[in-house]
């Protein structure tokens, strides 16, 4: 499995940080990168649900998940997004502005992904 | 099986951190994965109780610091160290994190290094507590052993006895009248096992009476009534305990005899000696207990006319003389037999 850091970085990682935390094994981190582009991909359509449902503290964790994960991998950009994301939630205010942001890094970041992470 | 290696509970539901804290601990510890609050508890309490849990905050369900709190609030679980990894930066969020117990609080977006080191520190501290847990439970049987539990508790508690005079105490005490002979006659190990098994036989007819032991002196054996411990009659218990001990012997048929003297009256208690602590008693009792002890005949209980008057109702008993005791002059002494009752 091959991974282009550079590409990474261009969406807002910082990919050595990401490798750090894997022990430098660049095979690890880019599975792990892959999981989580699956996995995440309709975060923000979840997100936006359950504040329809007025279940806002559903969504107050997944935002607050998605900042842990995104920081663990070095998506900072992204990271940044959903703690905005978690903090308007919180407060009430400008939630649809910080959502879209964040629908916007999280489908850069999961193209970067895409684009970085060879088989 | 579990290899010596510590076990760790990672508990957290988002998968990319379980996935990379796994990775991280998992060429050290065992790990074992709770996806949610529930899972932990349980997993907590379970019979292999984890050596440390990593604990995320924010989870769906019970989160992490009611999770925290109820670790911490059950005896099972009390002692394990908790280590809060949580992207709650905020700094109310890591105050909360400490007030619920746990050791410590890690940030997300965290490194590998920096778990390492403070789940190391954490168990280094948790097996260093135990070890002093266990000096100190050990160092408290040694400190019961050589002293009686009142006295070593309160050495325990205030780093010190203090002395005390104590009005109505009786003193027995008691030897084997031949010890001597029979030490020149026999094998060090014979001598000593069978002292050994005298002593503890004695130690059981005091504790029986209500006595309490102060200490063996070569062959003899001093013990105490109404000192430490409330007894309701003193004189009468420890007469009844010298009694049994000289019928006792017998019974054992060890080839020896012992006799036994006993006084009532006031004595100080205290303790003596820094490297090895001696709890004893003194004063004018003691003595002439001893003096008793000294004159009667192997198999006899003695005590003073004095004794005598005041236990006469309740035992048998017969004048063995008026005799020369050293230090008191010319005493009126009294040997006593069986209960009356």
Known sequence: MGLDCGVLDGAGFDSAAGLKIMGGKADRYAKLLQKFADRESGLVGDIRAALEAGDTPTAERAAHSLKGSASTLGANQLAECAAKVEAAIKSGQDVDEALESLSDSLRNTISAIQTAVTE | MSNGKKFILIVDDTPTNITVVSGILKDQYRTKIATNGEKALSLAASEEKPDLILLDVMMPGMDGYEVCRRLKESPGTVDIPVIFLTAKTESGDEEEGFDVGAVDYIHKPFSAPIILARVRTQLALRDALNDAQVAQAEADRLLHVLLPRKVADEIRSFGALIPQRHENVAVLFCDVTNFTAHCDKHEPE??????????????????????????????????????????????GAAVRCGLEMVSTLVDAQLGWEVRVGIHAGPVVAGVVGQERYQFDIWGDTVNMAARMMGVVTPGGVAVTKEIWERVKSDFDGEPVGVLEIKGKGKISVFSLGPSKA
């Open chain 2, 190 to 235: 014979d001598v000593i096992s069978r002292l050994d098994a005298l002593f503890v036989m004695f130690e059981r007819v005091t504790a029986k009476h209500g006595l309490e032991k102060i200490k063996t002196i070569g062959d003899g054996f001093l013990a105490v009534a109404g000192l430490l411990r409330e007894v309701e009659d003193p004189l």
